[in-house]
């Protein structure tokens, strides 16, 4: 099914002073992303109906730093500081636009009184019927005791027929009302609260403000992200597995990862019992352990002058022979690419 783009570029707001967290609250927005951009983010709202539960969790999705520095880098999204936007939102808003809200709130929670009140109904006149069938002529009183028992009826029943009978959906004569003469009188439904899950409407949509700061992430962190994800990659955090990514081959609902993912700097030195502990952890839990990161960027011209390929170089255009010899020399040095992520993928096969 295709999924329909939203107005670009969208906002996420940031949250918390102390330590950013980026959130989108429109789950068309967060619908796209996951179907077009292999943004997975991390629902962490309750649900309404059973808020005590974390289970199954809903709106608002809270984005990695690194998914959203992407979106950014990319012209897709802008960040919003979420508490000044929405104080300079509620302080635009003329009464005409506060009320207007407040009277769509309150058609949404009528609709919603409505289709419960019509739920409850016909759950009543389910209840009447089964009383109905069971005091017919011809059912006989000497009935054995589990014929008996079925015949009565039951709680349910019982309990509807109280509510029918004792609530305001009655008329003045003692009459039930019908469904659709229940549902037609307003004044017998109490209308329901209604908590938006956007802020805009009322408020207007962020504006994209040039100059916006974009989300701060570790570099070499960011860029394994990026390859990764230039590559179809899905990704989620990877905390449970002591890892920075989760890396899966296609949406997480449908496969399982493949590789535990860990960013390293160029010259960061990685501790062998790193090594050896993250390969057999990746094993045990059958994804391999991938660490990777950027390489530095090559200096041609320190190239040139320390002779390794100074005359081929000067005097010929740079094609891709000329590139990989001066990789390779550059990987002798210890000088990365300027634009290349090397990954390493390390698995455990000790005995």
Not at 19 to 38: G, Q
């Amino acid at each position: 099914m295709e999924v329909p783009a939203p107005i670009l570029p969208f906002p996420i707001f940031r949250i918390s002073s102390a330590v950013d967290r980026y959130l989108l609250y429109d789950i068309s927005i967060i619908t796209w992303l996951r179907k077009t951009h292999h943004i997975l983010g991390v629902l962490i709202g309750t649900l309404p109906q059973i808020p005590q539960q974390n289970v199954f969790l809903g709106l608002p999705l809270e984005l990695m730093p690194e998914e959203a520095r992407l979106l950014c880098d990319e012209g897709l999204a802008y960040t919003v500081d979420d508490l000044e936007w929405h104080q300079e939102g509620m302080r635009s808003l003329t009464s005409d636009q506060r009320n207007a809200f407040v009277q769509d709130l309150a058609r949404q929670g009528g609709e919603a009184s409505k289709a419960a009140e019509r739920k409850r109904l016909e759950n009543t006149e389910r209840a009447l019927k089964r009383l109905r069938q069971g005091s017919t002529p011809g059912n006989n009183s000497t009935n054995s005791p589990i014929d008996n028992k079925h015949s009565e009826p039951d709680a349910e029943a019982t309990e509807a027929t109280d509510t029918l009978f004792s609530s305001s959906t009655t008329t003045r004569t003692g009459r039930p009302l019908s469904i659709s003469e229940s549902l037609g009188d307003s004044s017998l439904r109490e209308e329901w609260g209604i908590t938006p899950t956007t802020a805009y409407p009322p408020v207007p949509t962020p504006s994209n403000f040039t100059g916006r700061p974009s989300p701060t992430v570790k570099s070499s962190t960011y860029a394994l992200f990026k390859h990764l994800h230039a590559h179809d990659y899905y990704m989620s955090p990877g905390l449970r597995f002591g890892c920075q990514f989760l890396v899966y081959p296609g949406d997480p609902l449908r496969f399982h990862s493949h590789f535990l993912a860990v960013g390293v700097d160029w010259d960061e030195e990685v501790d062998l019992l790193d090594l050896v502990g993250g390969g057999r952890l990746g094993t045990g839990v059958k994804k391999g352990w991938l660490i990777g990161g950027p390489e530095k960027k090559i200096d041609s011209e320190n190239l040139r002058v320390s002779g390794h390929v100074a005359n081929e170089m000067s005097q010929e255009p740079t094609t891709s022979q000329n590139r990989e010899r001066m990789d390779e020399v550059a990987a002798h040095r210890g000088i990365g690419s300027a634009s290349r992520v090397r990954t390493f993928c390390i698995e455990w096969g000790g005995m």
